[in-house]
Each structure stands twice: as C-alpha cells, then as structure tokens.
C-alpha cells in the first residue's frame, strides 16, 4: 500500500502559480500511477493529471499548457506544477495511487488528505 500525504496549497491572485507536492510512503509507489484530482464547491471530484510509472501523462483539457505533472521515483513524490491559475481552479486538491485494471481503467487504492487552492480575482 501507499500513504499519500499533500502539501503546497494556498492562496493566490489570478495569473499566479502554485507547486503542489504528494509525497508518499510504501514499496508500491514506483508501480502505482498517482493522480492529482479537485473537488470545487458545489462540484463533483475530477481529474486533473495522471502519471503512470512508465511516465506516461494525461490531462484535463482545462488544464493543458497551464499545469505540468511530473515525479521523482527516488523521493517517492509527485508534483503538479500550476502555472495562469484562475479563479475556476479554486479546489481541494487530492493525490490518489491507483493500479492499472485488465480493462484499461484505474482502480485508485489509496488517497491523500487534500490541499486547498484558492485563487482570488
């Protein structure tokens, strides 16, 4: 298994940026794909990137060309780099660890706390 814990939220003004931390613990990290998701107010949990352990990387379209993710395997943490953050990406932010299902899906076994991103107009 793998315990997941978030770091680097806060608050910021429209246009800034933001570097988000998931650190983990657990031999299964470097197997697992780690995800970063959001939940909003009033709004249902969604993905915002994916890095599998071959590197493979996914986004949401409202994220590309403003967040990269990226992960370093020797420090067991992923990061998501937020760059032109707007109001709309007001969220809690969650890492998630998943294995890859037979039918392609993700089945994500474990979550971290959340951090809170608030990005002001």
């Known amino acids: 298994q793998v315990r997941l814990v978030e770091s680097g939220g806060g608050s910021v003004q429209d246009g800034g940026s933001l570097r988000l931390s998931c650190a983990a613990s657990?031999?299964?990290?470097?197997?697992?794909?780690i995800a970063w998701y959001r939940q909003g107010p009033g709004k249902q949990r969604e993905l915002v990137a994916s890095?599998?352990?071959?590197?493979?990387?996914n986004y949401a379209d409202s994220v590309k060309g403003r967040f990269t993710i990226s992960r370093d395997n020797a420090k067991s943490t992923v990061y998501l780099q937020m760059n032109r953050l707007m109001p709309e990406d007001t969220a809690v932010y969650l890492c998630?660890?998943?294995?890859?299902?037979?039918?392609?899906?993700?089945?994500?076994?474990?979550w971290g706390q959340g951090t809170q991103v608030t990005v002001s107009s």
């Open positions: 998630g660890a998943g294995q890859r299902l037979e039918s392609g899906d993700y089945y994500y076994y474990s």
């Open positions: 657990g031999r299964m990290f470097s197997s697992s794909v």
């Open positions: 890095i599998t352990d071959s590197g493979t990387i």
